[in-house]
C-alpha cells in the first residue's frame, strides 16, 4: 500500500535545484547549438525529451523502496558488468573508442549505468561491515576489487575519465565509512607509485592530453586548442558576460566540443563571473542538500547510498569545471545537468532519486 508521507517528505527544495539548474542548461545548450544547421531535431529539443525521461527516473528511483534497492545490488552490477564486456564484442567504435551499444532508439553508454550501480554495491557492503576503529587493509579488499573489475574495463575502452569517475565515486563512500591512518596511508603510497608507472599505459592521445595540460601553448592549433579557447571564452566574459547568443568563441565555432565538455564555457562567455558564480552555487547548494539527507537518514545503507549518489555529481561538476578552466587535463567529464548527453543524464537523474528516496525515507526505521 502506498505510504502518503513519502509525498509529504519529498523534497521539493532539491527536485527545484535540480530541475532548475538542468533548465539553465537546456536554454545556455540552445545558445550554444543556434547556429548549427541539422536535418535532425536540434540538441536542446533533444535534451528536453531526456529531461522529460529523466524525471520520470528520478520519480521511480525516489518512489522505489530502497529495501529491495538494497538487494538488487549484485544482480544489476553482474548484468552491469557483462554489458561492459558486451561493449567490446557489440559496441559501435567512434574516435578510436568503443563506449557505446546500438539498441535501437539510442546508444547506450554501460559505463554511465555503472556509476549508480557501484553507489548501490559499496552502501551495501560498508552498511554490513561498520568498523569502529576504521577500515583495515583486509576489510577493503572486496569492494576494491567490486570496484577496479568495472573501472578496468572502462579504462580498456579506453574512457579513463569515467574509469576515474567511478575511483572518485567508491574512494569517497570509503574515506567516509573509515579507513584506518596506516591503511590509508599505504594506499595513498601505492596510488602515487602507480600513477607514475601508470604512464607508460597510458594511449598516445591520452599522454598528449597530460602534456598539454602542462603546456597548451606548445601545440595552440593541436592538442592545445581546446584548452585554449576554453580560457579565452571564459575570460572574454568578464563579470557581466557579453550576453544571451553573444559570444564570439561560441558563435564564431571557435570553441570545439560546446554542447558536451566545454559547455561551461559557453554559459562563461555569456554570462560572466556574475552568472557563473549563480551556477556553482546551484550546484553547492544541491551537493550541500545531498550531505544533508545522509546526516538525517534513517538507516546506514540509506546514508552511504546518499554519500555515493551525491559524490556522482560532486565530482563530475569538480572535474569538469577544473577541467575547462585548464586546471586539469581534459578527460572529457560532461557536466551534469548542463552537458548534453542522454545517457549522463539520466544517470544524473537516478543519482538524484537516490537522494530523494533516502530524504522521503527519513521517518522510517
Avoid at 544571451?244 to 570545439?256: D, W, Y
Amino acid at each position: 500500500m502506498f505510504d502518503r508521507r513519502l509525498v509529504t517528505n519529498l523534497d521539493w527544495g532539491f527536485v527545484g535545484l535540480i530541475l532548475l539548474t538542468a533548465s539553465i542548461g537546456i536554454v545556455n545548450l540552445y545558445s550554444a547549438t543556434s547556429g548549427w544547421d541539422s536535418s535532425s531535431p536540434p540538441l536542446y529539443i533533444k535534451q528536453c525529451l531526456w529531461l522529460g525521461v529523466g524525471v520520470l527516473v528520478m520519480a521511480a528511483v525516489a518512489m522505489f523502496n530502497s529495501r529491495h534497492l538494497l538487494h538488487l545490488g549484485p544482480g544489476a552490477y553482474a548484468v552491469c558488468t557483462a554489458v561492459l564486456i558486451a561493449v567490446f564484442i557489440l559496441g559501435e567504435t567512434n574516435m578510436g573508442a568503443t563506449r557505446w551499444l546500438d539498441v535501437g532508439l539510442f546508444n547506450l553508454q554501460p559505463s554511465e549505468i555503472m556509476k549508480p550501480v557501484i553507489v548501490i554495491v559499496l552502501a551495501q557492503y560498508f552498511s554490513r561491515h561498520e568498523r569502529q576503529d576504521g577500515h583495515s587493509l583486509r576489510d577493503l579488499i572486496v569492494p576494491g576489487i567490486t570496484l577496479l573489475i568495472p573501472t578496468a574495463l572502462i579504462i580498456k575502452q579506453p574512457d579513463l575519465g569515467t574509469g576515474m569517475m567511478l575511483l572518485f565515486i567508491g574512494a569517497t563512500m570509503a574515506l567516509f565509512s573509515g579507513i584506518r591512518p596506516k591503511t590509508l596511508a599505504f594506499i595513498s603510497s601505492a596510488c602515487v607509485t602507480l600513477a607514475a608507472g601508470g604512464w607508460f599505459l597510458l594511449h598516445e592521445y591520452q599522454r598528449a592530453r597530460i602534456r598539454t595540460f602542462l603546456n597548451p601553448e606548445h601545440d595552440p592549433l593541436g592538442s592545445g586548442y581546446h584548452i585554449i579557447q576554453s580560457k579565452i571564452a571564459i575570460g572574454s566574459g568578464g563579470f557581466w558576460g557579453k550576453g544571451f547568443m553573444q559570444g564570439s568563441q561560441s558563435q564564431l565555432s571557435f570553441l570545439p566540443e560546446r554542447h558536451t565538455d566545454f559547455v561551461f564555457s559557453v554559459f562563461a562567455e555569456e554570462w560572466g563571473m556574475f552568472g557563473a558564480l549563480i551556477l556553482l552555487a546551484l550546484y553547492v547548494l544541491i551537493i550541500f542538500r545531498g550531505i544533508l539527507v545522509a546526516h538525517k537518514a534513517a538507516n546506514n545503507f540509506g546514508m552511504y547510498l546518499t554519500i555515493g549518489a551525491t559524490s556522482i555529481i560532486f565530482w563530475h561538476a569538480i572535474v569538469n569545471l577544473c577541467m575547462v578552466m585548464g586546471l586539469l587535463p581534459v578527460v572529457g567529464v560532461p557536466l551534469p545537468l548542463f552537458s548534453y548527453g542522454g545517457t549522463n543524464m539520466v544517470t544524473t537523474m537516478v543519482a538524484a532519486g537516490m537522494i530523494l528516496n533516502v530524504s522521503m525515507r527519513r521517518f522510517m526505521l
